[in-house]
């Protein structure tokens, strides 16, 4: 099988490339690193069956050959990424899912879109549920994400309808591990970071909000399975182990063996979800699925891939 990644230099996207290869599929990733990265790819780029297209995929693009499965995962995904590229964002979400939709068309290829968890916005249902519609502001910092993710949506589900391509969504729930960036300016990131040079860990808001936190490798397995089924409607795939920032801080304190760090406070951002919890009973029912790494295990081995990158 011939399978297409774009965003296949990012965090999520690499751990995609280096599963399907592992499969024995021929891979063709497709990224701009405008926050992927080529180190992303160290570990499979000699792989003879790895290709690396250089592509902006906002922009058509011509693939030669026969093409089985296409994997839309390039955009901006952490809340500091995409306030610095909020037209990229767009653009990928909107442009991007049209340009590899028209692939997957031509080619005949199964094809599954990441979506996420933010088209909830800030949830007034909980735990979020596939059936739940959302609560986004539109114009408000995060909504250049939240809509083309929705845009996505859309598109992904008239190209079903309309051309009755093979097409799956998720909907990805906070989800870390090795490979994310240091300075992506998410959550665990920035906390592990703060702690691993003993600085004060960062609370936005009063650190009552909550998160759920997937490590990488389950995730992976979910979109693995549910690419080869005939569902075609959203799922949510995340870890429901639901944490309160203040909580996941303390955590992650304890795990650097840092006595020193403490932590805070600093504003809210705009919009930034109260509550976040995914249901996960339609990916267990369809896929047989569920997380089976803890947040004990996969904050440990992130840490370690952590204090490796800053030399400790
Ligand atoms: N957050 C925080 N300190 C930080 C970074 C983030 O308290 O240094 C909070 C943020 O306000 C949000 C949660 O942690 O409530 C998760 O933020 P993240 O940027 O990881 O992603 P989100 O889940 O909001 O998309």
Redesign the pocket.
């Given at each position: 099988m011939r399978t297409l990644i774009t965003g296949g230099g990012g965090f999520i996207g690499s751990h995609l490339c280096e599963r399907f290869l592992a499969e024995g599929h021929d891979v063709i990733c497709v990224d701009n690193f405008i926050t992927g990265s080529l180190a992303n790819l160290d570990p499979f780029r000699d792989n003879s069956r790895f290709t690396f297209i250089g592509h902006d995929i906002s922009n058509p693009l011509k693939i030669k050959g026969p093409i089985d499965n296409i994997l839309h995962f390039a955009s901006p995904a952490?809340?500091?990424d995409y306030l610095n590229y909020p037209i990229q964002t767009l653009k990928v979400g909107s442009l991007g899912t049209h340009v590899t939709l028209g692939i997957a068309k031509e080619k005949g290829a199964r094809y599954l879109m990441a979506s996420t968890s933010?088209v909830y916005g800030d949830p007034l249902v909980h735990p979020q549920q596939e059936d739940y519609w959302g609560n986004v502001n539109p114009i408000g910092t995060r909504g250049c994400y939240d809509e083309a993710k929705r845009f996505s949506e859309a598109i992904v589900m008239a190209y079903h309808r309309y051309h009755n391509v093979n097409t799956h969504i998720i909907r990805i729930f906070?989800t870390y591990g090795e490979r994310m960036r240091l300075d992506d300016?998410?959550?665990?990131p920035?906390?592990m970071g703060q702690a691993l040079r003993g600085e004060p860990?960062?609370?936005?808001?009063d650190?009552k909000?909550t998160?759920s936190f997937c490590y990488v490798s389950d995730l992976v397995e979910g979109i693995f399975r549910l690419l080869f089924t005939d569902f075609h409607e959203p799922v949510n795939l995340g870890n429901p182990a639901e944490i309160t920032?203040l909580e996941f801080a303390e955590e992650i304190r304890k795990l650097s063996g840092s006595s020193s760090s403490a932590v805070v406070f600093?504003p809210?951002?705009q919009d930034?979800?109260k509550l976040?919890q995914p249901d996960i009973t339609r990916a267990r029912k369809l896929l047989g699925w569920e997380p089976k790494v803890g947040r004990d295990e996969g904050l440990k081995r992130t840490m370690d891939y952590f204090k490796k990158k800053l030399g400790k």
């Open positions: 952490s809340p500091v933010e906070n300016g998410r959550v665990l920035n906390f860990l960062t609370i936005y808001g650190g909000q998160r920032i600093k809210l951002p930034d979800p976040r």
